[in-house]
């Protein structure tokens, strides 16, 4: 049974650094996406990975998708305030449609 | 072109009571898929409907329940409503199965 995992859960970070997140899965995946939700509203897409070794970027935001190491990342450069939310990353399996989400990455950058 | 829509916003029942949420398909898509996203944690699948069959279910009860219309439009329904339904319930569409799934802004479910 697929499961997704990231980390870190909680992400407190200033202004003008980097970061990065992560999320593992269990099994194989033949899709990786990228959330983002403010709070109280629905889900944002950021990003749709399919093969080993996608980079996409979007802005301050660059994901990647390592399919070998069961492991995609979301690598946040010179953060702004207006990147505070929760990021999700979710994937699907081959034989099934439905996305099993991570627990999420709650982001919170300040001054 | 009018994305995935959700109706209504916010909803409060009381525990026993049922429940029926609404969601329209953004244009061209056929598909709609249904989640539940309790407070603080990931949105969870509830099942997916296509050609008006549920076609994948998640680990949900059978008090959760759903329709897909001819116009692709989907109704989720929950009876006997429990404390730990309230969450956000979120309806996604695709183009067909095994392709990307788009949001709608969700409904608030409280239960008293």
């Known amino acids: 049974e697929l499961k997704v995992e990231q980390n870190p859960l909680f992400l407190s970070m200033q202004e003008g650094k980097n970061y990065t997140i992560y999320c593992n899965y269990s099994t194989t995946s033949d899709r990786l996406y990228w959330y983002r939700q403010d709070p109280g509203k629905s889900l944002e897409s950021l990003f749709v990975?399919?093969?080993?070794?996608a980079v996409k970027q979007e802005g301050r935001l660059m994901a990647s998708l390592d399919t070998k190491a069961r492991l995609s990342t979301l690598h946040i450069t010179a953060a702004v305030h207006d990147l505070s939310a929760t990021y999700f990353c979710a994937a699907t399996s081959w034989d099934t449609d439905k996305l099993i989400f991570g627990t999420g990455t709650r982001l919170q950058v300040f001054p | 072109d009018a994305g995935v829509t959700q109706s209504p916003t916010h909803l409060i029942k009381t525990r026993g009571q049922q429940v029926t949420l609404r969601c329209s398909p953004k244009?061209?898509?056929?598909?709609v898929s249904w989640y539940q996203q309790a407070l603080g944690q990931g949105p969870q699948f509830i099942f997916q409907y296509y050609e008006e069959e549920e076609r994948q279910r998640g680990n949900f009860p059978d008090r959760f329940s759903g329709h897909q219309f001819p116009n692709y439009s989907s109704e989720l329904n929950v009876n006997a409503l429990l404390l730990g339904d309230s969450a956000l319930y979120l309806c996604?569409?695709?183009?067909?199965?095994?392709?990307?799934?788009?949001f709608g802004p969700g409904t608030r479910l409280t239960v008293t």
């Open positions: 990975l399919l093969s080993n070794g």
């Open positions: 244009s061209g898509h056929d598909t």
């Open positions: 996604a569409s695709s183009p067909g199965q095994f392709r990307e799934q788009y």
